[in-house]
């Protein structure tokens, strides 16, 4: 007998959670699919030469290896003579950008430009195994690809997904906050921090800004490591900590900026572009605002960044990040591809919603009625109301095998299954059947004609006011 | 620069392929649901003390193995000492079934039985590189799980959800063919083939009928390997033919068969009654028949089991596939848990549907409306527009860089994208919008706020069409 045991760093679900978890991938993917962005999917393993292009990130250290049995056996044989050479000829991806990069360069003359894509599957690092990090996890990633150009326009358009996602899977306030790294860039130039490597380590000492105090950050930066002077230090301080409040102060955060050089007029003018586009998509002003301390990945993004935050969990970090960069697929083809996108990594953001108590898996099943039986004679009867119900597009359980009529009640209301119907000798007698409204604790006979109807009647109001 | 390739024995999809394989699996899934299946998932890897219970299978020998990076490097360092002990840690799935052994016996205590379960995965197996043959492919499995027993009515249930599922795909007519393994091995006893391997051996060279001929197989079965007499050997062939034509005459082929032993009465006993309940679960007569030569897996299937073919692609082979079993997960617990379930083989359906130009993948895109641009002045108000689309329940894009408009219904015919909205100078003056439905080839002028219903009033009349 083997214990029967999942592998560390996993997070597997119970059926009520995963049908949680289910919505809210449900929903992810409707409003992707909602601003016209097409599905796809790449295999789980991709070769390892097309996967570890870029070498010695923490990444790769993470990355898992894929051996059919058959290599494996050779390897074994071939221990005795000599060590194996290279890497195993797959690995599992640890995002779906490469995958993305992989995809669009080899079908590039099978697509069009702008290419808008949604990818939802799963991702594998070897991560140490620690609460709350997980070695699989779900990611939710929007691209727009473009070929030689695309328009600043695509970045609003994201925002406003960002938007429509959040608002529909209902887990609060968010705010989306928003910066640009021209813009970060340019500023930072002006500072006479003109190297990149040396902007990343100044936005390292910021970053230590809540931990430490402003008095050691700003003698950090003033002290021998960077030298600044301490006007520019006290710029920078200032800098990093705007936030707008608000449309018209956005604008007016931009406005103050003026157009110190070229770079940060770039950017300046491309989040002003963003801005006016994300109020004509109708996205309200309190879901988003400028944070002038977000910079992502330094060597990947070149334009508009995201981060969003849920307002009541800011310790959750960032539960949607993403932003635009150059130059897609460089390792696997000439053409240039630039994109913007974003990715939500719903496995970590479920648990941790889960933990702030804000996901209460008692939620409804997925299943909505469950026709009881009462006896053995009736069941006949019983597949037959449950025929009727389910083309009708309500989903059905019959109970199979007779069972005390308080058991199956029972069972129903710890399931989440919101109707329980019933079909005794004197209800067959009348044509009609009763129903017991779990959610609403009542009960009323209905012809069984009507009784699929008027389930969806109820089934539709609650989905009405669940906003789905 | 690497030359961008996926790696072999994989159907990676393009994005209009996708939809359509995409809308295949949503019918599975909303069929299994409508059935009250609850949604696992479970992990891609799993301990492979766990994945390789069994010894010596061909699936085994065709597993996938997983090492993390650092896994892998301490290996290397030991490899100069002495080869490494035992197989990774980590194994690919390679069905769906043993996960779902381990999931109940894990979760036994906080599972609800019967637990019916469905499961919407790929599974991985290092095939040799073949067409149609793939290394990773979708699996959608539904299975019932008992504790200690379970009714044969949820295989008369199970039958329906093939039916339902099918029907919805719209792929064809199809026949469920039934047998069952108490009847079989009933007979075969009563023939005097009463060791299990013996009727296994028996019944490979029954399989040889279409290829070699009932001659060659007589004489097989007389001969010295067999040593069979005459007239079981024609029982036997006689047996093995046996197809009803509808549901009396299934019944009657039952009865024909008599009560021969208690395992085969107990067979018939048992098909009888799924048969009678598939009945009042209307699965019309012509979806289902007896077919007594079906036998699955010898070792695994113990009452009912199913096959499916598709009536104009028998060649196709069985598109779903199933049966009852005795006990699932006797490796990891000593609960009894009997179980009957079938799998969808997606991937290599999908693929075969493809091949015998089945799949279009011409369908209608999941984008529903293109919002043309007609100039940059208008941008603001064709996101406009889309908003209103969008928040209408419609998949809508927005052209983002103005472009001839020739072009634009060009890609939107392309992209299979129903229905492009115009608004022009002059409609805006007017309040109005212009609506080019590509599938019609009508074009007509609304109203702006009526827009969105009057496009939602074409879908769903699309989509009741279409059955969908």
Request: aromatic residues 8%; charged residues 25%.
């Amino acid at each position: 007998m083997i214990k029967p045991r999942t592998p560390p760093g996993i997070m597997e679900l119970l059926p009520r959670e995963q049908i949680a978890f289910q919505r809210m991938l449900d929903t992810i993917r409707r409003n992707y699919e909602r601003f016209g962005f097409l599905p796809v999917e790449t295999p789980v393993f991709e070769l390892s030469e097309t996967l570890l292009t870029k070498s010695g990130g923490e990444t790769e250290r993470q990355v898992y290896f894929v051996q059919s049995t058959g290599a494996l056996a050779n390897a074994k044989a071939a221990e005795a003579e000599a060590p194996a050479e290279g890497l195993p000829e797959l690995a599992l991806r640890f995002d779906l950008t490469v995958p993305l990069a992989r995809y669009v360069a080899e079908h590039e003359h099978e697509l069009t430009f702008p290419f808008r894509r949604y990818q939802i599957q799963r991702v594998y690092r070897g991560e140490r195994a620690q609460r709350g990090r997980f070695r699989e996890f779900y990611q939710c990633d929007i691209d727009v690809i473009g070929k030689d150009g695309l328009s600043t326009r695509f970045d609003a358009e994201i925002l406003a997904v960002i938007h429509a996602v959040f608002s529909d899977l209902g887990i609060g306030e968010f705010t989306i906050q928003l910066n640009n790294r021209k813009l970060m860039r340019g500023f930072f130039e002006a500072q006479g921090v003109s190297d990149s490597e040396q902007q990343a380590l100044v936005l390292r000492e910021v970053d230590k800004l809540d931990k430490r105090g402003a008095d050691y950050v700003r003698e950090t930066l003033q002290g021998p490591d960077f030298g600044l002077p301490a006007d520019a230090v006290q710029r920078i301080l200032d800098f990093v900590e705007v936030r707008s409040t608000g449309h018209a102060d956005a604008i007016a955060k931009l406005d103050t900026l003026g157009q110190g050089n070229p770079t940060l007029a770039e950017g300046v003018a491309e989040l002003r572009e963003v801005l006016q586009l994300v109020q004509a998509l109708g996205v309200p002003e309190s879901a988003y605002c400028l944070n002038f301390s977000i910079a992502r990945g330094l060597d990947y993004y070149t334009g508009t960044v995201y981060e969003t935050q849920l307002d009541a969990y800011p310790q959750i970090g960032s539960i949607c990040s993403g932003g635009r960069y150059d130059n897609l697929a460089s390792h696997y083809t000439k053409s240039k591809l630039p994109g913007v996108g974003i990715s939500i990594g719903l496995t970590r953001l479920f648990w941790q919603l889960r933990e702030a108590g804000l996901i209460a898996g008692s939620d409804e099943s997925s299943v909505q009625a469950l026709v009881a039986l009462m006896d053995d004679a009736s069941l006949a009867d019983s597949l037959d109301i449950a025929r009727r119900l389910r083309a009708a597009g309500i989903n059905t359980e019959v109970q199979m095998e007779p069972r005390k009529l308080a058991k199956q009640f029972q069972y129903a209301s710890r399931a989440g299954i919101r109707f329980v119907v019933l079909a005794g000798e004197d209800e067959r007698a009348r044509g009609a059947v009763t129903v017991k409204d779990l959610s609403r604790e009542q009960q009323f006979e209905v012809k069984r004609e009507e009784l699929a109807s008027s389930l969806k009647v109820e089934l539709e109001q609650a989905r009405a006011l669940a906003g789905r």
